[in-house]
C-alpha cells in the first residue's frame, strides 16, 4: 500500500535506482570510448607496420664506383652528347659494359642492372666526365642492398661488410618515377600510380554523371509504380554484389563484345564505374532526401518548373552530400584489385600507359602482384607501394573534403 | 460590383479514397481578404492549396469541381501549373526563405518568370518588394545576408516580398502567423491590410480574433464542408448557423 511506505525509504529507493542509473550510463559511455580507442589502436598498429616496413623502400643503397672513363676511351662523338641521339651514342659505345667492369672490380653483380643509365645520364648533364676518372654513387644490386639493410644473404653480408666505407644509402628516385621491373632495385610505382590515376579520371567522369542524374531520375521524376521499385529494388543488390562479378562483366561486354583492348585503363574505368555508380546514385539520393521539404514548397509555390526546382534548389543543396557519396565510391574503387585482375590489369607492365588504352596497372593491384614475388627487396617495396596508396586516398579525400567545405560556405 | 478573382464550383478533394473537400462553392473577391476558419483537419488548409495546385504534389491527391482563375479552369488539362502559381502566389505557415541571400529569396521568382530584364530591374523589383512588406529600411545594408539569418517575422515578410516581386493576381497565406511572437504577428496583419486591394488575398487562421481583424469575407469549414460564408462583419456578430456560433464562441474546434 502506498501508504505504507515512509518517505524515508522512498528517498533511499529513489538514491539506489540514480544511482543505478549513473553506473549504467557510465558503464555505456565506457564502452562507446573504449570502440574509439580500440579502433584507433588498430588503425595505429596498422600505419606503423606499413611505414616500418615501407619507408626502406624509398631509399637505395649505393656503392660508390670508381670509374676511369678516360681510360676507356668510348667511341663517342661529343658533338652528338647535347643533342637527342646522345642516348643511343653512349649505349652504342658501351658504356654498361665499362660501368660492370668498373663495378667488376669491387666484386662481382655489385650493381642494379639499371646502374649504368645513371652514369649516362651523368655523361649527359656533364661530358667532361668522359675525358677523366671519377667515383661515381650508384645503384647496389638487390644482394648488397638486401645485405646493406641488414636483410641478406651471408656471401652478400661480408661483401657489405668489406664495401662499408664505399656504402651509402640514399633516397630512391627510381621509385617513384619508373614502371615494374624484374629486378626490386629497379622497379618502380609510377606506371602503376598513372594506371590508377588514369582508370579513377574514366570511373569519374562516368560515374558521377550517370549516378547523380539516375538518383535525380529516381527522387525527382520517377513515378511510384512496380516498375520503378524493381528499378530501386535493383541498384540496391547491384551495390552490394561482389567485385569480382563487375570484372567478369567488364570481360564479357567490353573486351568480349565491344572488342577494347585488354589491360587498358579505359576498361578498367567503365568496370569500376559499373561497380561505383550504384553506390553513388544511393548516397546522392540520400542527399536529395535530406533536403528540406519546405525549400521544395517555397519553390514550387512561387512558381517554379519540376525541372527549375532541381536545378536551382535540389542540386545545390544535394550536391555537397552527393560529392560525399562519390567520394566514398571512387575511394573503394581505387583500392579495388579483383575485378581489374579478369579484365587483365594483372599484367607485367614495363613502361607507364601513355593513354587510356595502353596496357596498364594499377597501385592494388601492382601490390598484389609484388606481394606474390619472394626477394625481400620487393617485400620492401610492396609496403612502399601501400604507402603510396593510402597517400593518394587521403589526397583524394582531402580534395573533396576542401570542395565541399568551400561549397557549403558560399550557399 | 466587379466579377471575382477566383470562382469555384462544387469543389472536392479526394486523397486515395478520402474525401478530403465536400462540395464546396466560393468566390474569392479583387479588393477583399478572405479568412477561412474552422477547426484543425477541416479541409480549410487543402481548399486553400487547390487554389494554386500545391495539392499536386501530394500522391493521390485529385480535384473534382471547377476553379476558375479570370474565367480560365486552372485545371484545365494543358494549363501549366507553374505560370498558374506565378499568378497565385503562397506564403507558407514557416517561413521558409530559399538558403540563399535576402537579394536572391526576391528576386528569384521574377527572374524565372521574365519579370526581369537586366540587373537594374532586378535591383528596381527587389527594392519594391522590400518596400511594400516594411522591410527595406530594416536589410537594406545587408542584402547579401542569408534569409535565413533573419527573425522569423522578418523572414515570414521576405516570403511575403518574394510572393509580391511576382506581380501575382491572388496570394494564398495558410496560417502565416502560426510561428510568430505577437509583435511579428501584429507587422504582418498591419500588411496583409496595406496589400489589400492591390492583390487577392485568402487567408487560413486558427485565430478568430486575427480572422475577424484582417478579413472582409469569412468562410468556416468543418468536416470538409463549406459550413457559412458572408461578410466577417455578419459571421461574427450574426452567424446564421449553429456550428458557426458554437466554433467562434470557442464550444468547439
Redesign the interface.
Known amino acids: 500500500m502506498a501508504e505504507s511506505v515512509t518517505p524515508d525509504r522512498r528517498e533511499r529507493a529513489l538514491a539506489r535506482r540514480l544511482r543505478r542509473r549513473a553506473a549504467a550510463e557510465r558503464r555505456f559511455r565506457w564502452l562507446t570510448t573504449l570502440a574509439v580507442v580500440g579502433a584507433l589502436g588498430f588503425l595505429l598498429v596498422l600505419v606503423t607496420s606499413i611505414v616500418a616496413q615501407g619507408w626502406r623502400g624509398f631509399t637505395e643503397t649505393r656503392v660508390a664506383v670508381p670509374t676511369d672513363l678516360a681510360a676507356a676511351h668510348l667511341p663517342v662523338d661529343p658533338a652528338r652528347l647535347g643533342g637527342r641521339g646522345a642516348d643511343l651514342a653512349l649505349a652504342g659505345a658501351g658504356l654498361e659494359g665499362v660501368v660492370d667492369r668498373a663495378a667488376d672490380r669491387l666484386a662481382p653483380d655489385l650493381l642494379s642492372p639499371g646502374a649504368w643509365l645513371r652514369v649516362r645520364d651523368a655523361i649527359k648533364r656533364d661530358p667532361s666526365l668522359l675525358g677523366r676518372s671519377a667515383v661515381l654513387d650508384l645503384p647496389a644490386g638487390d644482394a648488397l642492398d638486401r645485405a646493406w639493410k641488414g636483410d641478406g644473404t651471408p656471401a652478400a653480408e661480408a661483401v657489405s661488410r668489406r664495401l662499408a666505407p664505399r656504402l651509402s644509402t640514399g633516397l630512391a628516385t627510381g621509385f617513384l618515377t619508373g614502371a615494374d621491373a624484374t629486378d626490386a632495385t629497379r622497379a618502380g610505382i609510377w606506371a602503376a600510380l598513372k594506371g590508377s590515376l588514369l582508370t579513377m579520371a574514366v570511373t569519374l567522369a562516368l560515374a558521377f554523371p550517370v549516378g547523380t542524374l539516375a538518383a535525380l531520375y529516381l527522387e525527382e521524376f520517377a513515378p511510384r509504380n512496380r516498375w520503378t521499385d524493381l528499378l530501386e529494388v535493383s541498384i540496391n543488390n547491384l551495390a552490394a554484389v561482389p567485385s569480382i562479378i563487375f570484372g567478369l562483366l567488364g570481360l564479357a561486354i567490353f573486351i568480349g563484345a565491344f572488342g577494347l583492348p585488354r589491360s587498358a585503363p579505359l576498361v578498367g574505368g567503365l568496370t569500376l564505374a559499373l561497380m561505383t555508380m550504384p553506390v553513388i546514385v544511393i548516397a546522392a539520393r540520400a542527399a536529395i532526401r535530406s533536403v528540406p521539404g519546405s525549400v521544395r514548397e517555397a519553390a514550387l509555390g512561387i512558381g517554379a518548373s519540376p525541372v527549375r526546382l532541381v536545378v536551382h534548389h535540389v542540386l545545390p543543396l544535394a550536391l555537397p552530400g552527393m560529392l560525399t557519396g562519390t567520394v566514398l565510391g571512387v575511394a573503394r574503387a581505387l583500392g579495388e584489385t579483383a575485378p581489374l585482375l579478369l579484365i587483365g590489369m594483372r599484367a607485367f607492365v614495363a613502361a607507364p600507359p601513355r593513354g587510356f588504352t595502353d596496357p596498364a596497372t594499377v597501385l592494388p593491384v601492382q601490390i598484389f602482384l609484388w606481394s606474390d614475388q619472394v626477394s625481400g627487396g620487393f617485400v620492401e617495396r610492396t609496403a612502399a607501394a601501400i604507402i603510396v596508396l593510402l597517400a593518394l586516398l587521403l589526397a583524394i579525400t582531402g580534395v573533396a573534403v576542401t570542395l565541399r567545405n568551400r561549397w557549403e560556405a558560399r550557399r | 460590383m466587379t466579377l471575382p478573382r477566383i470562382t469555384a464550383r462544387d469543389v472536392s478533394v479526394f486523397y486515395g479514397a478520402t474525401r478530403a473537400i465536400d462540395r464546396v462553392s466560393i468566390d474569392v473577391d479583387q479588393d477583399s481578404v478572405l479568412a477561412l476558419i474552422g477547426p484543425s483537419g477541416c479541409g480549410k488548409s487543402t481548399f486553400l492549396r487547390t487554389l494554386?495546385r500545391?495539392n499536386d504534389?501530394v500522391?493521390g491527391a485529385r480535384v473534382e469541381g471547377t476553379i476558375r482563375l479570370d474565367g480560365e479552369d486552372i485545371y484545365a488539362p494543358g494549363t501549366d501549373?507553374?505560370?498558374?502559381?506565378?499568378r497565385v502566389?503562397?506564403?507558407?505557415q514557416?517561413p521558409?526563405?530559399?538558403?540563399?541571400s535576402i537579394y536572391e529569396n526576391v528576386a528569384?521568382?521574377a527572374r524565372?518568370?521574365g519579370l526581369a530584364e537586366s540587373r537594374a530591374d532586378t535591383d528596381a523589383i527587389v527594392e519594391r518588394a522590400l518596400r511594400r512588406t516594411g522591410l527595406w529600411e530594416e536589410v537594406r545594408d545587408r542584402l547579401r545576408d542569408r534569409g535565413t539569418t533573419l527573425s522569423g517575422g522578418q523572414q515570414q515578410r521576405l516570403?511575403i516580398a518574394?510572393?509580391i516581386a511576382?506581380e501575382p493576381e491572388v496570394i494564398l497565406m495558410d496560417e502565416p502567423c502560426s510561428a510568430l511572437d505577437p509583435i511579428a504577428t501584429a507587422r504582418i496583419e498591419e500588411l496583409i491590410g496595406e496589400l489589400r486591394g492591390r492583390y487577392a488575398i485568402v487567408i487560413v487562421t486558427h485565430n478568430m480574433q486575427q480572422a475577424a481583424r484582417v478579413s472582409q469575407r469569412t468562410a468556416l469549414f468543418d468536416a470538409g464542408r463549406l459550413i457559412e460564408h458572408g461578410d466577417t462583419s455578419d459571421i461574427f456578430t450574426n452567424p446564421r448557423e449553429p456550428r458557426t456560433r458554437d466554433y467562434i464562441t470557442g464550444r468547439y474546434g
Open positions: 494554386n500545391m504534389t500522391a501549373v507553374a505560370q498558374l502559381r506565378a502566389g503562397m506564403v507558407f514557416q521558409n526563405p530559399f538558403p540563399k528569384y521568382g524565372i518568370h516570403c518574394r510572393a511576382v
